[in-house]
């Protein structure tokens, strides 16, 4: 008898010592998510008021309006496109829906500065479209008037292009999950198609279509690539120019403070209106929406409106950046573009391990004891994805640069040796920025899979002996090997097109495929510039196409 309460006094031990461990692991994770945010807002507040007051009466009021006016812009853009192809698709039918209705999705393989690279190469002055006009009319430089590509409306259609399908999703699957008899309702009291999905369907789906234009707004202001090629001047690029051009950290801070300040009122913003978003259906059964049949030139219209956002966002400048990449000089299998690519494959698949296991760790423990201290982790870890890479590049920088520098200075004071930067520019630190920018979209993937995992599972391996660690590695991770592998393909290709972190944060003379592709657009190569951008997007397909096949399952 006294071996079986000591046996289960040494169980109930290891228990609480897995738990703890599993909690500290997950408390540190979740300070190393607040740690670029708090460092940003210290560094800001200790710059001193000149710094800031430069700004104010030079370049905040024109970062604040052009950065609000691309908002506004990508929002009102991205909904139109969203919401448009996704009623369309949901609610009618017409030859070519079922295609469309997956094509609709590959934009989202695009990073933006690569659409920006492709249309650039198109549309500038000496590009084809403006040479072929001068040539047929023989006008000069100065008779005609063309679009400006390079301009904050040239910036916000390339983000359009690549982020409505963010609204899309949402909104179809909102579409989806509605009864008809609300619709059939408005309908039967005399309501037009039109005008009830005004006043029925599209209040339904509020909720979910605001998440999506939030998405993708928080993406705009994290956008790096397409502003700084576009020379529109946001807070994500003075950010950058403060940092490196005039090599003013304080000015960098501050700017950083006012982008994460407008970040995280838009997070409050998105998580307030998704705890509001409830919508109880009144009946007893769901009717399923009826789709009505389009014929004629209603037909032809529904496939060209359908069609026009996958042409601009995806066909058309695939075609572009093959066109160019023939006609360039760079080769994917010489040795500088084999470095750069084993540098990228390097990063992301480092990343995404060490990001798929913070993932584990936080959403295990948050399973394991549930309350207050586990949920706040979970928040907290969740915060770095309405944090734009520049302002988490800044927010690592500053402590880990000040521990090395004093580091250093104490150990040359004393043992007379230089121990230099050993966190500052290294691959660890970037890997930490990536881990805080996209452990959000580990973390949901990781708990979606984990709801499916019955608590009675974690009972019967208590009862059997099993530790928190053992319970995780022999029971939830083989059930949750597809939703982890899907976190870790997500991942990897988010750090892929991780743009601003990159540039920021890598190491000296570690050049990455979007690094190289900014470089060289930078230069105005734009034929070189579309061999990495084609390798970046031949990576950014594997999660689209693993979304299309989800998409044709909902139907």
Not at 310 to 325: A, D, K, N, R, W
Not at 517 to 540: K, T
């Amino acid at each position: 008898m006294a071996d079986i309460e000591y046996s289960e006094q040494g169980s109930r031990h290891r228990n609480a010592l897995g738990t703890r461990v599993l909690g500290g692991i997950a408390f540190a994770v979740a300070a190393a998510c607040l740690l670029p945010m708090l460092a940003v807002a210290l560094a800001a507040i200790t710059g001193g008021t000149d710094t800031i007051s430069h700004l104010i009466r030079t370049v905040l009021p024109g970062y604040a309006l052009t950065t609000l006016l691309l908002v506004g812009l990508v929002a009102c853009g991205t909904f139109c496109l969203g919401v448009g192809a996704a009623w369309l698709v949901t609610m009618t039918r017409f030859p070519g829906v079922r295609l469309m209705e997956i094509a609709l999705v590959l934009p989202l393989a695009f990073p933006a500065y690569v659409l920006a690279y492709a249309y650039t190469f198109v549309l500038d002055h000496p590009g084809i479209v403006q040479s072929t006009l001068r040539q047929v009319t023989g006008w000069g430089p100065r008779d005609y008037w063309f679009p400006e590509i390079r301009s904050t409306e040239g910036a916000a259609i390339m983000l359009i292009l690549v982020l409505y399908p963010y609204v899309y999703l949402l909104a179809r699957a909102a579409f989806l999950q509605q009864s008809a008899t609300a619709f059939l309702a408005a309908r039967a009291l005399g309501s037009s198609p039109w005008s009830a999905f005004w006043k029925v369907s599209l209040p339904m789906a509020r909720p979910a279509i605001a998440g999506g234009v939030l998405l993708a707004v928080m993406e705009t202001i994290a956008d790096f690539g397409t502003v700084a090629y576009f020379g529109v001047q946001t807070f994500a690029t003075g950010i950058y120019t403060s940092w490196f051009s005039m090599a003013d950290r304080a000015a960098a801070a501050q700017l950083a403070l006012c982008l994460l300040s407008f970040a995280l009122l838009l997070a409050v913003i998105e998580r307030t209106q998704r705890g509001k978003a409830k919508y109880y259906q009144s009946g007893k059964r769901h009717a399923a929406m009826p789709a009505s049949e389009l014929h004629g030139w209603q037909a032809v219209a529904a496939f060209i409106l359908c069609a026009i956002p996958v042409v601009l966002g995806f066909l058309l400048p695939v075609v572009i950046l093959v066109q160019m990449g023939m006609d360039s000089e760079q080769n994917l299998l010489s040795k500088r573009y084999v470095g750069f690519i084993r540098n990228s494959l390097t990063l992301a698949g480092t990343a995404a391990f060490v990001t798929v296991c913070a993932a584990i760790c936080v959403g295990f423990f948050q399973r394991l004891k549930p309350g207050r201290n586990s949920a706040t982790a979970a928040y907290l870890a969740r915060l770095g994805y309405a944090v734009p890479g520049g302002v988490i590049a800044v927010g690592l920088i500053v402590p880990f640069a000040a521990f090395d520098n004093t580091l250093d200075a104490w150990m040359r004071a004393t043992f007379d040796i230089s121990t230099g930067l050993l966190l500052t520019g290294s691959i660890w630190l970037l890997v930490a920025a990536y881990m805080v920018r996209f452990l959000a979209a580990a973390l949901g993937a990781y708990e979606g899979g984990q709801s499916m995992v019955h608590s009675n599972m974690d009972a019967a391996a208590r009862s059997l002996g099993q530790t928190p660690f053992g319970t995780l590695r022999r029971v939830h991770l083989p059930i949750l090997t597809p939703s982890l592998l899907t976190a870790l393909l997500i991942v990897f290709v988010d750090v892929m097109k991780e743009l601003p972190a990159t540039l920021i944060m890598r190491p000296f003379n570690f050049d990455t495929l979007a690094v190289q592709a900014y470089r060289l657009a930078s230069d105005e190569r734009l034929e070189g510039a579309a061999v990495p951008s084609l390798a970046i997007l031949a990576v950014g397909l594997l999660p689209v196409i693993l979304i299309c096949r989800q998409v044709g399952r909902n139907r």
